[in-house]
């Protein structure tokens, strides 16, 4: 089945660092790709969306100049949180979306999300 | 608002007893409804999935049901198992193609008991 690969899954990193995660499609192309965040015990709040060759379009309330997103090719789509804060600690989740899917498939595969720490 | 709400935030079941966890909608446009499980730390598993022309799906231990007409979607596992135990998201798209992101509830986290 589809797998997306995402890197890294755990990150530790000073305030006012920036950090960079990467979400990789394995064996299909993914022209749209969509960034999640979660809090504890909360539901999965959708960040933007990401499309292949062109500007995320962002959620209501998601700084886009704090979460920088680039998505150069069909395969790879990055989120850089740029100076990081203790706020911005979270669990990120990407999810690729394949061209084409119908009845009885799953939309979006998820990858396996990065925890970030700042400290 | 919540266009996707699941108002239960935990389920303590017996092994071997039916899980029934529930899930509803606001927006009628919605047409595809999935249940996704999640372990800590981990990204969303795909279980199952309905279309909005059926009422029932199944598959394996898992079955879920939607009434279009009162908005509400529910996941049945039979018989539950210990494994079974995480946290189980409905989601909804309103479109079966194109780049209409899922919205998902909050979560019901599922406890099944030895």
């Known amino acids: 089945g589809a797998v997306v690969s995402q890197h890294p899954s755990w990150v530790i990193c000073k305030s006012g660092t920036s950090v960079k995660i990467e979400c990789r499609s394995l064996d299909f192309q993914a022209t749209t790709m969509f960034w999640y965040?979660?809090?504890?015990?909360?539901?999965?709040?959708?960040m933007a969306t990401s499309n292949e060759g062109s500007k995320a379009t962002?959620?209501?309330?998601?700084?886009?100049d704090k979460?920088?997103?680039?998505h150069a090719s069909l395969t790879l789509s990055t989120l850089t949180v740029t100076s990081a804060h203790p706020e911005d600690s979270s669990f990120y989740i990407c999810s690729a979306r394949e061209s084409f899917w119908g009845p009885g498939d799953q939309p979006q595969h998820f990858g396996d999300g990065t925890r970030l720490s700042i400290l | 608002d919540q266009q996707v709400k699941q108002n239960s935030p935990s389920l303590s079941v017996q092994e071997g007893r039916i899980s029934i966890l529930n899930c509803d909608y606001t927006n009628s446009m919605f047409d595809y409804f999935l249940?996704?499980?999640?372990?800590?730390?981990?990204?969303?598993?795909?279980l199952i999935s309905i279309s909005s022309i059926k009422d029932k799906n199944e598959d394996g231990r898992f079955t879920v049901f939607l009434n279009k007409s009162a908005k509400h979607l529910s996941l049945h596992i039979v018989p539950s198992q210990p494994g079974d135990s995480a946290v189980y998201f409905c989601a909804a798209s309103a479109s079966i193609s194109g780049n209409t992101p899922l919205v998902f509830g909050k979560g019901t986290r599922l406890s099944v008991i030895a």
Do not use: C
């Open chain 1, 67 to 70: 979460f920088l997103i680039n």
């Open chain 1, 37 to 46: 965040r979660q809090f504890p015990k909360q539901s999965l709040m959708l």
């Open chain 1, 58 to 64: 962002y959620e209501q309330g998601v700084e886009k």
């Open chain 2, 35 to 46: 249940w996704y499980k999640k372990y800590p730390a981990e990204g969303p598993t795909f």
